[in-house]
């Protein structure tokens, strides 16, 4: 067992949470994430058009702009409950398994946290916000810049990013010799913290967690930088820029992954009874008001 001594958390090894394949799934685990194309099905097409649009416009210069952009946090201020109450009215359209609000998913995903470790209460509050960097999309940020999987820029992209085929087409930052090679303006085993990722929601979250000085511990806020670099996480992509340090990281996104994806179905929780809980639990590591 190891101590987080910044904020006395302590933090079990994660190789000892893991888990077999989720039994909670309400579909087998190998049909989610399916991003086949079929032009004939709007669910399918509106995926497909975000990546694209994404994997278009996601260019070294861009991602720059926008952490200008957000980073200033002078956006607007709120509590993380009305943030999350926001996401009633977000449907992700990068999602191929889920076509609801995304506040049902922030509460499937903590609910399912919370059940297979009661113990871990910063494990349930991560689960619940880990996508609330949404929220850019309610000021003018399309979507394509702010859900979906992530992936390196300033570097020559990964193989396993979905659509890495086609979808590329055009950006320019392919073309340019500066970021186009296997380490482009990176070192070898620079580490994660210094790799510029395309623009979206987890890094922007990531930044308003430091920025209003949460008291979640590091892990937790490294899982909602990094839980949707599906190239690295779940691809084996970019071992090359990695530090020793980020495989543990990798292991706790691993973990987190079975409640962001696998929870994703029809079933709605009960959110207002469910609420008392996950305010506690907001008092504790990320009260007041927020700086966005």
Not at 107 to 113: D, I, L, P, T
Not at 197 to 214: A, C, F, I, P, R
Not at 227 to 252: C, I, M, R, V
Not at 265 to 274: C, R
Request: hydrophobic residues 35%.
């Amino acid at each position: 067992m190891r101590v987080l001594a910044e904020n006395h958390i302590h933090l079990l090894d994660p190789s000892e949470l893991l888990r077999p394949e989720p039994t909670f799934a309400d579909k087998n685990p190998s049909a989610f994430r399916d991003y086949s194309v079929d032009t004939s099905n709007p669910l399918k097409e509106r995926v497909r058009q975000t990546y694209r649009q994404m994997h278009l416009n996601q260019t070294v210069d861009f991602v720059k702009g926008r952490r200008d952009h957000w980073l200033k946090f002078n956006t607007i201020k709120m509590t993380i409950r009305q943030a999350l109450e926001k996401l009633n009215d977000l449907v992700d359209e990068s999602d191929p398994d889920l076509d609801l609000p995304n506040i049902i998913h922030a509460f499937q995903a903590a609910e399912r946290a919370r059940a297979e470790f009661p113990e871990h209460d910063w494990l349930h509050l991560t689960a619940l916000i880990h996508d609330l960097g949404k929220i850019m999309a309610f000021y003018d940020e399309p979507q394509w810049a702010v859900v979906g999987d992530t992936f390196a820029v300033g570097c020559r992209w990964g193989d396993s990013i979905v659509y890495r085929e086609e979808s590329f087409e055009g950006n320019p930052d392919g073309d340019d010799p500066r970021y186009n090679t296997e380490y482009g303006i990176y070192q070898p085993n620079c580490g994660l913290d210094n790799i510029l990722m395309s623009w979206g929601h987890d890094e922007y979250m990531y930044n308003v967690l430091k920025h209003n000085k949460t008291k979640l511990p590091d892990v937790a806020c490294n899982i909602i930088r990094f839980h949707s670099f599906y190239p690295w996480h779940n691809g084996g992509d970019y071992k090359h820029l990695q530090a020793p340090k980020d495989e543990e990281t990798k292991k706790w996104v691993l973990i987190f992954n079975r409640y962001d994806l696998y929870t994703k179905s029809e079933v709605v929780p009960d959110i207002d009874a469910l609420w008392p809980y996950y305010q506690s639990l907001i008092d504790k590591y990320l009260p007041g008001i927020i700086e966005f």
